[in-house]
């Protein structure tokens, strides 16, 4: 049985699953509270992002995952991991910098997600992965829609009950 589709079809569903999650659960909440209380729960969720590190493990992905795609998924997400403590940081204790710092993470955390799919497509097929195969098929999903819900956080009009 060829196994190849595995990956993109259950990131797929991924995608389409926690959408509607953010769309139908988090969204409605998120419009009536602040930014501080909406970008909260997105930036603890975005500080697991340590996990990539997992795959520069030996044995926990095969040694023939490329290089490439392994040092740029690991440091990438501990990039981002880093930033969503920094902005959390900023944003719990109320600092001017919180809304710089939201923007910086977002786009950085973006941006990473986006390369690691395009580096994992040309360099990372779904046996090399072993068991960081949950990273591509439940965490990219997961992360990238929060990522697009961030956005929209950031990009909505301020009220008076928002920081």
Do not use: N
């Not at 795959?55 to 392994?70: E, I, K, Q, R, W």
């Not at 501990?78 to 910098?97: D, I, K, N, Q």
């Not at 809304?99 to 090399?128: C, M, S």
């Amino acid at each position: 049985m060829d196994t190849t589709i595995f990956v993109p079809l259950s990131a797929v569903f991924g995608l389409v699953l926690f959408g509607l999650a953010v769309r139908w659960y988090y969204w409605p909440w998120a419009r009536r509270v602040s930014l501080k209380e909406a970008a909260t729960p997105i930036l603890l969720l975005h500080m697991i992002r340590y996990e990539g590190l997992g795959f520069l493990v030996p044995g926990v992905v095969s040694p023939l995952l490329d290089p490439t795609f392994a040092h740029s998924a690991a440091y990438g997400d501990l990039t981002a991991a880093c930033l969503a403590l920094l902005a959390l940081v900023a944003l719990r204790f109320e600092s001017a910098a919180a809304r710089p710092l939201l923007w910086i993470f977002a786009l950085e955390g973006f941006v990473d997600l986006l390369t690691a799919v395009g580096l994992g497509i040309k360099h990372a097929q779904g046996g090399l992965l072993q068991t960081m195969y949950f990273i591509p098929t439940i965490g990219v999903p997961l992360l990238l829609v929060t990522h697009v819900a961030l956005f929209f956080l950031l990009l909505r009009k301020r009220s008076a009950t928002q920081a």
